[in-house]
Nanobody
């Protein structure tokens, strides 16, 4: 099983950009679909985006579509989230997750990813108005 460590969070003004990274340990990174969730203060965790094992499949929440881009580099065991045109409502702790399956288990049901195998510790993104 992989272990995940997020980085890249911070404070940014509305309209700005940030790039989050999720580094995975282990030699089976390419066997996992990878994705991002976020949890804003006082709110439940919500799905943001997911990328399939080789990057051929991607799925985004409507709230970030056209602004966020997910990618991965299997040679570096790292996944990325490029966040552009940030809004104050994007303020949240962002968590990366990994699971051997790709599909509705990521964005379906409650959208909180309760079935996913592995989670990182989170990185805080704060967008000021």
């Amino acid at each position: 099983q992989v272990q995940l460590v997020e980085s890249g969070g911070g404070l940014v003004q509305a309209g700005g950009s940030l790039r989050l990274s999720c580094a995975a340990s282990g030699r089976t990174f390419s066997s996992y679909a990878m994705g991002w969730f976020r949890q804003a203060p006082g709110k439940e965790r919500e799905f943001v985006t997911v990328i399939s094992w080789t990057g051929g499949g991607k799925y985004y929440a409507d709230s970030v579509k056209g602004r966020f881009t997910i990618s991965r580099d299997n040679a570096k065991n790292t996944m990325y989230l490029q966040m552009n045109s940030l809004k104050p409502e994007d303020t949240a702790v962002y968590y990366c997750a990994a699971d051997r399956e790709y599909g509705r288990r990521w964005w379906g049901g409650s959208g909180q990813g309760g079935l996913l195998e592995v989670w990182g510790q989170g990185t805080l993104v704060t967008v000021s108005s």
